[in-house]
């Protein structure tokens, strides 16, 4: 395939962050009034600011608050992380420390603001890995669009076609796949529906397996 790097998503992917962010972002809701369930923390997984603004208003009314639920959310989990960190997702240390072996380099593609995303990474031990770290914050449009994955393969020095992508929610499969990256697909919280199945290049079920297709 001629594969040159692989980028990943960090939330869910190799960081196993995402049921942190879905008890928090409904215990957030909840606390600002608002009926928040896991369904709609899962809605939002890997979405751009704007984008996670316009679908929660779909859900609960134009008044609702982005702003102060989504702080009070980073306040809860801020605590959390700080006293408990977060735990790896299975052999995510393994397939980095082997992909580097190989010789292909490694990107980072999140929504995840870049001091949070240093601060997570440094903490697992994973922060050495990266060649690349891109955030939401550092192009015009996030997930699902497709710029952030552009600025990825950008930043390592090879085309989309020439990178793998990893992610675990359909959001960011979109991108990748909008992007022209060959998009990968750890299911985390749910299993893919036909429509982001149809974007992947490949499911596997732990990153380990990601190893056979590089």
């Known amino acids: 395939m001629n594969i040159k790097a692989v980028i990943f998503d ?20 909840r606390a600002c009034g608002y009926p928040f369930e896991t369904k709609h923390a899962l809605a939002i997984r890997s979405l751009a600011r704007p984008f996670a603004i316009q679908r929660l208003r779909g859900f609960f009314g134009e008044d609702f608050d982005y702003d102060e639920v989504r702080n009070k959310r980073i306040e809860l989990m801020e605590n959390y992380v700080e006293q408990n960190g977060i735990d790896l997702k299975p052999y995510a240390e393994y397939t980095l420390k082997e992909l580097k072996r190989r010789g292909y380099k ?55 076609a020439e990178c793998i992508a990893v992610e675990d929610s359909p959001n960011g499969i979109q ?25 992947t290049f490949a499911i596997v079920k732990n990153l380990k397996e990601l190893l056979d297709i590089c």
């Open 106 to 160: 490694i990107a980072l593609a999140t929504a995840t603001p870049p001091e949070r995303a240093k601060r997570y990474l440094t903490r697992s031990g994973l922060y050495e890995y990266f060649d690349k770290i891109i955030c939401s914050a550092m192009v015009k449009l996030g997930k699902p669009e497709p710029d952030i994955y552009l600025k990825a393969c950008e930043e390592v020095g090879f085309s989309p």
């Open 10 to 29: 960090m939330d869910g992917v190799i960081l196993d962050s995402e049921k942190l962010y879905v008890r928090f972002w409904r215990e957030a809701g």
């Open 175 to 199: 991108s990748a796949y909008r992007a022209g990256c060959k998009a990968v697909m750890v299911p985390d919280m749910d299993e893919p529906d036909e429509e982001t199945r149809n974007m």
